[in-house]
């Protein structure tokens, strides 16, 4: 296991890299962190780990394989990602007027209970299938074959904390309330704002190679 620690440093510092690129998912908890509540952006970020720990799955098990040799599964699955992230935007431009609930809390389109919290994240993860891809391409790379059992057991909780630990930063920095007041004084304008960009990324996704 000590010769595999590099393997694993490895891919760890390729996914952390990946991951605090601007995506839907940053968009998505730092909406959430300033228009809704430190838990509920919290819980969003366990969401977007579990959703890496199904697409790292998938890429261990082939699914990038699976993508190739069937093209039109992947452009399903890009079509039904670009469909939600496309909901989420037309659910912040239909709600931008409406006003915050006191002391910030959830009577908005991205502030739900916590299970909605981690739903949310889950299928902004689960939306985005280049993720899958993604480590199906440094697992190719990095990974020897045939590695131990043991290893699996840490790289897949290596994943969730990775892409968890990173969002539950970006929560807690953008869930202070002075944050939270500049939203809720700006909120049509940011939120629409928001919507559109979240907009332009379904569109890409579902237009990317």
Not at 5 to 17: K, M
Not at 65 to 76: D, E, G, S
Request: charged residues 10%; contains cysteine.
């Amino acid at each position: 296991m000590i010769d595999l620690l590099p393997v694993l440093l490895g891919v760890g510092l390729a996914q952390a890299v990946a991951v605090v690129s601007p995506g839907p998912s940053l968009l998505v908890v730092a909406r959430t962190a300033v228009g809704s509540t430190r838990v509920a952006a919290a819980w969003t970020a366990v969401g977007l780990g579990l959703g890496s720990v199904v697409w790292g799955l998938g890429a261990l098990f082939g699914l990038k394989l699976l993508f190739a040799a069937v093209p039109w599964l992947y452009t399903a699955v890009k079509l039904a990602g670009g469909a939600y992230l496309a909901w989420l935007a037309i659910m912040l431009w239909r709600h931008a007027r409406t006003p915050l609930a006191t002391g910030h809390g959830g009577a908005t389109p991205l502030g739900q209970t916590r299970l909605g919290a981690v739903r949310r994240g889950l299928f902004t993860q689960l939306a985005n299938p280049k993720v899958a891809v993604f480590f199906g391409s440094i697992f190719v790379t990095l990974l020897p074959p045939d590695p131990p059992a043991a290893f699996y057991l840490a790289l897949v909780p290596m994943v969730f904390a990775i892409e968890c630990g990173w969002y539950l930063i970006v929560a807690y920095a953008l869930s202070t309330d002075r944050l939270q007041g500049a939203y809720g004084r700006l909120k049509p304008t940011l939120d629409r704002v928001a919507g559109t960009v979240l907009a332009g990324l379904s569109v890409k996704l579902v237009l990317d190679r």
